[in-house]
């Protein structure tokens, strides 16, 4: 089992940054794909970014990239989410997500969840 908590969200004026953070407690295992994932009301769930736990590799959706960084610390089982030039379509809540299905996008492929933390950014 695997416990995900996120940190870090808040209210910030378009073009200003915001570090979510995503600790993981439990059975980590090397093998683990971490994730971000965004949903706003009444829409489906959107991938954000992802992260091999094993060996850093990364993947990000078309609509983050080169404003979005996504890292982890594995001597803290943390992810982060370094969101620079946020926009006000960036509003919502954010959830970081693990699994062990590889560097995949869709939501299904996914195990353990986060509770979410909200982004919202102010034009």
């Known amino acids: 089992q695997v416990q995900l908590v996120e940190s870090g969200g808040g209210l910030v004026q378009a073009g200003g940054s915001l570090r979510l953070s995503c600790a993981a407690s439990?059975?980590?295992?090397?093998?683990?794909?971490m994730g971000w994932f965004r949903q706003a009301p009444g829409k489906e769930r959107e991938f954000v970014a992802a992260i091999s736990w094993s060996d850093g590799r990364i993947y990000y959706a078309d609509s983050v990239k080169g404003r979005f960084t996504i890292s982890r610390d594995n001597a803290k089982n943390t992810m982060y989410l370094q969101m620079n030039s946020l926009k006000p379509k960036d509003t919502t809540v954010y959830s970081c997500?693990?699994?062990?299905?590889?560097?995949?996008?869709?939501?299904?492929?996914?195990?353990?969840w986060g509770q979410g933390t909200q982004v919202t950014v102010s034009s």
């Open positions: 997500a693990a699994g062990y299905a590889g560097l995949v996008v869709a939501d299904s492929e996914y195990t353990y």
């Open positions: 439990g059975r980590i295992f090397s093998t683990y794909t």
